[in-house]
């Protein structure tokens, strides 16, 4: 069965087709980035207007790509929620147009379901329960994975999302935009232990088992260190401030704060398999932290597969569309997080 995802919850307009959930036949991301950079961050505005513009190209370019016609796909699947409004209803009425007028079945995607399906396109089948470290721009849980459509959040944020701290923090220095990838690149040719930031006040010392927080992450603390106090927290060496020393050391503390939570749900629920997704986990230094511990097996999707994607889209698709499942053509677009509830393990 050959699935046509379409994905623009945010700045990326894309399209790929998947076949029986696993075999990626095209994989296109047209990124707005460019569209965007002079604002150091996503105008909603622009964001939807530039799917409204693309999106044909896209999927037409998904389907030669893939060297098909519209009539060898066998299902439209678009991500519904969460995302910027405006954005998703551009995929998601291309989808179901497309479906409708071809008389296929529609699939309405929840985009952090399919954050966490994206790495199961280049591994094996991966056996449930495992975890679930998704971490983007809007979002960071911490989940127990239970089925492709069936997650406990064992954490959250309780402030900003991971993403959002690399893009808040690259925007207030100027560094460029998108902030995480570029932070990325910067700490590379910084001294981490040049500045000293705090870790959020919830994961001062170890919580003890049963802490409401132990598996929640916070950073607005931390940003707001970076961006405000830097000075304050400033580990005087030479007294020159280097942007590549900044860029590491927060990254090392912000990717620290994920490690304390993931690690703390890893010792409450007994599982050692963490699979991550979303943007965040492109991340060189949580990807590097992680493959240290050898007593937790954590994979990560391939690069182009961390980021916004159709095929993470079209692949989780293809498991609703073998049960039978069928999305109304009334669905529509959400902005927030729903359906799953906050548990400690
Ligand atoms: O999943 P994604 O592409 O879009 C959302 O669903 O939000 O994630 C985008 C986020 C942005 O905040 C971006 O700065 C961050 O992922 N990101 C990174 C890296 N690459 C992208 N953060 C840290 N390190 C990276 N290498
Ligand atoms: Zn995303």
């Given amino acids: 069965m050959k699935v046509l995802g379409i994905e623009t919850s945010c700045d990326e307009c894309a399209a790929a087709v998947v076949e029986d959930g696993r075999n990626v036949l095209s994989n296109v991301v047209a990124t707005q980035i460019p569209h965007h950079a002079p604002y150091n961050g996503v105008v909603p505005e622009i964001a939807s207007r530039k799917h409204t513009e693309w999106i044909y190209c896209v999927v037409k370019e998904a389907l030669e790509k893939a060297a098909l016609e519209p009539q ?3 299902a439209v699947a678009a991500t ?22 071809r008389n296929i079945p529609f699939i309405a995607v929840d ?30 849980i911490i989940c127990r994975a239970n089925a492709f459509d069936n997650i406990t959040v064992l954490g959250t944020t309780i402030d900003d999302a991971a993403g959002e701290a690399f893009d808040k923090v690259a925007k207030h220095y100027h560094f460029g935009y998108p902030g995480g990838a570029v932070i990325d690149r910067m700490a590379k040719d910084g001294d981490s232990d040049s500045f000293r930031f705090p870790m959020p006040s919830l994961h001062k010392g170890s919580l003890p088992r049963g802490s409401e927080h132990r598996c929640d992450v916070s950073y607005s603390g931390l940003k707001n260190a970076v961006i405000n106090q830097l000075e304050q927290f400033r580990h005087k060496k030479d007294g020159a401030t280097r942007n590549e020393d900044i860029a590491a050391s927060f990254q090392k503390t912000a990717v620290e704060i994920l490690l304390r939570a993931l690690f703390n749900a890893c010792e409450d629920t007994g599982l050692s398999t963490v699979v991550a997704g979303g943007g965040v986990a492109a991340n060189s230094s949580l990807r590097s932290r992680l493959a240290q511990r050898q007593d937790i097996r954590c994979i990560f999707p391939p690069m182009e597969l961390c980021g916004d994607n159709g095929a993470m889209i079209a692949g989780i698709a293809w498991h609703y569309l073998a049960r039978g499942d069928r999305s109304p053509l009334s669905v529509t677009a959400s902005a927030r997080v729903e359906g799953f509830k906050k548990k400690y393990p």
Wanted: without cysteine; aromatic residues 10%; negative net charge.
């Fill in 72 to 74: 060898d796909i066998d």
């Fill in 80 to 101: 519904s929620r969460p995302g910027l409004l405006g954005s998703l209803l551009v995929g998601l009425s291309f989808a179901k147009a497309f479906a409708w007028s």
């Fill in 111 to 140: 985009h952090m379901l399919a954050h966490l399906y994206a790495a199961q396109l280049s591994v094996e089948t991966l056996a449930y329960p495992y975890l679930g470290l998704l971490v983007s721009g809007g979002h960071s």
